[in-house]
């Protein structure tokens, strides 16, 4: 089965340093890699996905992801972060089973940056 | 207006109750799911549907059910509300690789 791990519950970096919040797969196949932020009291929003091509990512608000198969990671970054960039972070991969198109989500990573 | 509209947003109902949470959608999608938010375990896949006429369980089904009225609307029951059924549930649509998710719904069962 298609899983996804995220390694840290919690990430704390400072305004304008770079972030790295980390994903790692588990799948058969070509990977479907996604990134989704959830900021509070809203829903899921799309970041960025990888599907073939060039292994560097780029997504919405600066974000980019970078995938690595030797690896299996799939990580998010950003060069320099924002105070209002703290929300929760959700890497994803698609499962085909059963010829079915759907989301698998790893448990989530809260970022805080602080001032 | 939103894409993907849950109603109602937020709900407390009792335990034994019988509670039903509805999604909307104007994006013209066949896809839709019904997923639940717990603290450190992300997004679950309750339910999904490919169109009217295809309803699939996710990986965690029990104590739910749904109903696809129509291409725009995806409807999730509890049947009989539990508190362990106390969490944050999301709908998305989706057309192709990319989901669009809805504000989602808070329910509370006491």
């Known amino acids: 089965a298609q899983s996804v791990a995220q390694p840290e519950d919690q990430v704390n970096v400072a305004e304008g340093n770079p972030l790295t919040v980390k994903c790692t797969y588990s799948v058969s196949g070509n990977p479907y890699l996604f990134w989704y932020v959830q900021y509070p009291n809203r829903g899921l929003q799309f970041l960025l996905k990888y599907i073939t091509g060039d292994n560097l990512v780029k997504g919405s608000y600066g974000f980019e992801a970078e995938f690595n198969k030797s690896q299996t990671s799939f990580h998010l970054k950003k060069p320099s972060a924002l105070v209002s960039d703290s929300a929760l972070y959700f890497c994803?991969?698609?499962?085909?089973?059963?010829?079915?198109?759907?989301?698998?989500f790893g448990a989530g990573t809260r970022l805080a940056v602080h001032p | 207006d939103a894409d993907v509209t849950q109603t109602p947003r937020n709900r407390i109902t009792k335990t034994g109750k019988r509670i039903m949470l509805e999604c909307s959608q104007t994006k013209g999608h066949d896809r839709m799911y019904w997923y639940r938010q717990d603290p450190g375990l992300g997004l679950r896949l309750i339910y999904y549907?490919?169109?009217?006429?295809?309803?699939n369980k996710g990986e965690i089904s029990d104590g739910y059910s749904v109903s696809r009225q129509a291409q725009a609307k995806f409807s999730l029951s509890l049947e009989s509300a539990i508190p362990n059924q106390t969490a944050l549930y999301f709908c998305a649509t989706s057309a192709g690789t990319e989901a669009f998710f809805g504000q989602g719904t808070r329910l509370t069962v006491v």
């Open positions: 994803a991969v698609r499962d085909m089973a059963g010829g079915y198109n759907k989301l698998i």
């Open positions: 549907s490919f169109d009217v006429k295809d309803i």
